[in-house]
């Protein structure tokens, strides 16, 4: 997906209605509003601090970020005295062309000299806003991290379990078909069977993702050091399912291995891998799948609002449409699920009083709010 050339995203990836595949911030206005919402809330459970840095991980169009800081300037008098800025992980030069021109209307600064970002700008209101390839370019500070769609787009391994043993499943050229490729079985343990299969696992087809394991370490590191925390959003599961790599071109299947670069290619998040890779060093909440977290966070409310405010029969429609596409079951709502990163502390069990003056119990975590009480 990602090579500088031919890389699929690297090229401008087919995000959108008349692309390759459609994102959730794409289809609905709503989607951004509830998760900027989410952030406003945990940065008043956490005392209000001076200062948060928002990181988004794959930012694709833009969108999401651009929905987010609407929310932010509709709740200007609650930030007014908040130092609020944002910074974009993303490797392909295309998709932050887009995502300039979304969020600053393209008024932006490559190569800016006093900073280890490769390009500024300032939002239409007035944040400034840095772009990064990688995580650990972005400044160390108190920071909300969002991921929506990125760790499935992150490479993987495949494995198989034989009667000698895991194997590893690897690309090969089809020797009898020419310009086609094909998988093979690794003929041999490899470094990757020996390194990345849990001792317990019991599945006898595994997908691991290290560098999504290295990713997590590094936010749950930063999180346990300067605060705040990570919402993560993706297709996944919980460390059951197996044969998941898929390859979409114009929103059907297509052949993952057939014309690379052209078509994007995903593998469901396992969210127990991530959660082990945290490492204990944050609490950890999730998955919970994206119809419960959205109708957590007030999604019923909002379209309320919205349909009441819209004149036009085909404005409603619309916004019933994207209503049924993020939480119908069958489309959006049971495959997608909700993942969150917080210091310990947020969720320290309010009925063990270490501390005798914190009485007052700590408010739920918006969206996990059912978890929590179970
Ligand atoms: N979050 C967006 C886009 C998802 S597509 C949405 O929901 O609409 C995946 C995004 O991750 C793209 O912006 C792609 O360019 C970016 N990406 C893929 N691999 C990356 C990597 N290793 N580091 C940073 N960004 C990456």
Redesign the pocket.
């Known amino acids: 997906?990602?090579p500088p050339s031919q890389g699929y995203?690297t090229r401008g990836?087919g995000?959108g209605e008349g692309g390759d595949f459609i994102?959730?911030?794409?289809i609905s206005q709503v989607f951004g509003e509830l998760i900027g919402i989410w952030y406003v809330s945990e940065w008043i459970a956490m005392g209000k601090p001076k200062a948060f840095q928002l990181v988004?991980?794959?930012?694709?169009?833009g969108?999401?970020t651009d929905d987010i800081l609407r929310v932010f300037n509709q709740l200007a008098s609650l930030l007014s005295k908040c130092d609020v800025s944002i910074h974009l992980?993303?490797?392909?030069p295309k998709?932050s062309e887009i995502q300039a021109l979304t969020l600053t209307g393209g008024k932006v600064q490559s190569n800016p000299k006093d900073k280890s970002a490769y390009m500024k700008g300032v939002s239409k209101t007035e944040i400034p806003i840095f772009w990064y390839?990688?995580i650990q370019d972005v400044p160390p500070g108190y920071s909300f991290y969002l991921a929506?769609?990125?760790f499935d787009?992150?490479p993987i391994h495949k494995f198989q379990r034989t009667e000698k043993g895991w194997r590893e499943v690897l690309v090969d050229i089809d020797p009898e078909v020419p310009d086609q490729l094909r998988f093979v079985l690794s003929p041999s343990s490899t470094p990757a069977t020996e390194n990345f299969i849990q001792p317990e696992e019991t599945r006898d087809h595994v997908e691991v993702c290290p560098?999504a394991g290295v990713i997590i370490q590094r936010l749950a590191c930063r999180i346990e050091k300067d605060g705040g925390a990570a919402l993560i959003a993706d297709y996944g599961h919980d460390g059951t399912k197996t044969d998941t790599f898929r390859g979409f071109r114009n929103h059907k299947l297509h052949d993952v291995l057939r014309a690379p670069g052209t078509a994007d290619l995903t593998a469901d998040v396992d969210f127990s891998y991530l959660r082990k890779m945290a490492q204990g060093r944050t609490a950890t909440l999730g998955p919970i799948k994206q119809r419960e977290f959205l109708k957590n966070m007030g999604i019923d409310l909002r379209l309320q609002v919205l349909l009441q405010n819209s004149g036009d029969t085909a404005t409603r429609e619309q916004l019933l449409h994207s209503y049924d596409m993020l939480m119908n079951p069958k489309n959006m709502g049971d495959c997608f699920n909700f993942f969150a990163l917080l210091p310990h502390h947020r969720l320290a069990d309010p009925d063990k009083k270490h501390e005798p003056k914190s009485k007052s119990a700590l408010p739920p975590v918006a969206g996990f709010g059912e978890l929590l009480l179970k």
Request: aromatic share 6%; charged share 25%.
């Open positions: 997906l990602s995203y990836g995000i994102t959730s911030p794409e988004e991980l794959g930012p694709g169009r969108t999401l992980v993303e490797v392909s998709l390839r990688d929506h769609e990125f787009a992150l560098e």
